[in-house]
Nanobody, 124 residues
Framework: DVQLQAFGGGLVQPGGSLRLSCAASGFSFGGYSIGWFRQAPGKEREGVSSISIRDGKTYYADSVKGRFTISADNAKNTVYLQMNSLKPEDTAVYYC?????????????????WGQGTQVTVSS
């Protein structure tokens, strides 16, 4: 079975950093794209960043460019989201998702597999 597990969330002060991890299992990691999404209370789920495992191409939402970095460790079947200069508006539940077609988009509809979320709270 395809499984994605997101972890690494927590409480951090504004300006701080967190690194989220998405551990994948049950599928051929190399052909997929992995995306990070977030959902704040009362808001729709939005795409944050994605990476094509095959060629390393990445894509970022404008709201996180220059602050977040997505990367992949193929040996560990794990994708990371390094989040720096965090702002209160980054507070949300963060999800990772897998697209077997490797499109590395930020559209939720292009992802077939979803992990459970991890809460990120940015507050002083």
């Amino acid at each position: 079975d395809v499984q994605l597990q997101a972890f690494g969330g927590g409480l951090v002060q504004p300006g701080g950093s967190l690194r989220l991890s998405c551990a994948a299992s049950g599928f051929s990691f190399g052909g997929y794209s992995i995306g990070w999404f977030r959902q704040a209370p009362g808001k729709e789920r939005e795409g944050v960043s994605s990476i094509s495992i095959r060629d390393g191409k990445t894509y970022y939402a404008d709201s996180v460019k220059g602050r977040f970095t997505i990367s992949a460790d193929n040996a560990k079947n794990t994708v990371y989201l390094q989040m720096n200069s965090l702002k209160p508006e980054d507070t949300a539940v963060y999800y990772c998702a897998g697209d077997p077609l490797g499109r590395y988009s930020l559209w939720t509809w292009s992802y077939d597999y979803w992990g459970q979320g991890t809460q990120v709270t940015v507050s002083s």
